[in-house]
């Protein structure tokens, strides 16, 4: 499966942004998809997954309660919707796609990723 996430932008401390990632696959409902970030200098981790029906989702600690993660299968796609976004949130946010019905929470369990799109909070 091509995975293309797109939304990124540079915003202020405070702000929301919406991140899509749309997928060639024709079986998407079948794919668990996740969110990942990298920082600059730093490793790369996890951000929210969710499985293909939606009806099972996961947070990372430091993103509950601002970020939620969604998708619309009929568009084959998936969504990061991020508010109150903070500096530490600066990142480039990667979506991954996997084959299986369970929620996925490490880097390690996802064969398919997209390009990845920059994020940047300004303070």
């Known amino acids: 499966v091509q995975l293309q996430a797109f939304g990124g932008g540079l915003v202020q401390a405070g702000d929301s942004l919406r991140l899509s990632c749309a997928s060639s696959g024709r079986t998407f409902s079948s794919y668990v998809m996740g969110w990942f970030r990298q920082a600059p200098g730093k490793d790369r981790e996890f951000v929210a997954a969710i499985t293909g029906s939606g009806a099972d989702t996961r947070y990372a600690g430091s993103v509950k309660g601002r970020f939620t993660i969604s998708r619309d299968n009929a568009k084959n796609t998936v969504y990061l919707q991020m508010n109150s976004l903070k500096p530490e949130d600066t990142a480039v946010y990667y979506c991954?796609?996997?084959?299986?019905?369970?929620?996925?929470?490490?880097?390690?369990?996802?064969?398919?990723w997209g390009q990845g799109t920059l994020v940047t909070v300004s303070s």
């Open positions: 991954a796609a996997q084959y299986r019905s369970v929620v996925l929470a490490s880097i390690n369990d996802y064969d398919s």
